[in-house]
Antibody
Framework: QVQLQQWGAGLLKPSETLSLTCALYGGSFSAHRWGWLRQPPGQRLEWIGEIIDSGITNYNPSLKSRVSVSMDTSRNQFSLHLSSVTAADTAVYFC??????????WGQGTLVSVSS | SSDLTQDPVVSVALGQTVRLTCQGDSLRTYYASWYQQKPGQAPLLVIYAKDKRPSGIPDRFSGSRSGNTASLTITGAQAEDEADYYCHSPDRSGNRVFGTGTKVTVL
């Protein structure tokens, strides 16, 4: 049974870098894309970016200049880095697996707040 | 535009049928997936590839598509179906887009 468990700092100051990690249990990275999504309070879900096991990435154009998604297959983990955060980046962040253009397994979510 | 538009709020009587819609140009080419989200929880995939249900999803959930509109139908709505529902689709640029969301209330 695939499980995703995520962690990272929940409180940041403006201009800092958001860093989250997602660990995969019960599966392997091959044959799927692995992504990050977020949901600001009271708003819809937003796709941030994704990666496959070859290291190829794909990012939301609106965030591309600040986003980096990486993968450590030896640790069965993938990570999100979002630089120069502002209050607009306050959201619950999720990691998830992409299967047939659908997100079928999700992490538990991490609330990240940006405040001075 | 690659945006996906949903009705903000929909109500359904217990045991009745409700259809949620999702409109967008990308749906003419790509299949929608649908997610149920309850407060404080991660989204749950209920329909993918237009009309397929993941294991464990009740068969009262079904999906369809016509033109630029994808639909999620709940046949015989239950109290536990009260939640926010989001559609999702890739677009022709390879981006992933979520719909504006529908809040479903079961009366």
């Amino acid at each position: 049974q695939v499980q995703l468990q995520q962690w990272g700092a929940g409180l940041l100051k403006p201009s800092e870098t958001l860093s989250l990690t997602c660990a995969l249990y019960g599966g392997s990275f091959s044959a799927h894309r692995w992504g990050w999504l977020r949901q600001p309070p009271g708003q819809r879900l937003e796709w941030i970016g994704e990666i496959i096991d070859s290291g190829i990435t794909n990012y939301n154009p609106s965030l591309k200049s600040r986003v980096s998604v990486s993968m450590d297959t030896s640790r069965n983990q993938f990570s999100l880095h979002l630089s120069s955060v502002t209050a607009a980046d306050t959201a619950v962040y999720f990691c998830a697996r992409l299967y047939t253009d659908a997100w079928d397994y999700w992490g538990q979510g991490t609330l990240v707040s940006v405040s001075s | 535009s690659s945006d996906l538009t949903q009705d903000p709020v929909v109500s359904v009587a217990l045991g009745q049928t409700v259809r949620l819609t999702c409109q967008g140009d990308s749906l003419r080419t790509y299949y929608a997936s649908w997610y149920q989200q309850k407060p404080g929880q991660a989204p749950l995939l209920v329909i993918y590839a237009k009309d397929k249900r993941p294991s464990g999803i009740p068969d009262r959930f079904s999906g369809s598509r016509s033109g630029n509109t994808a639909s999620l139908t709940i046949t015989g709505a239950q109290a536990e179906d009260e939640a926010d529902y989001y559609c999702h689709s890739p677009d022709r640029s390879g981006n992933r887009v979520f719909g504006t969301g529908t809040k479903v209330t079961v009366l």
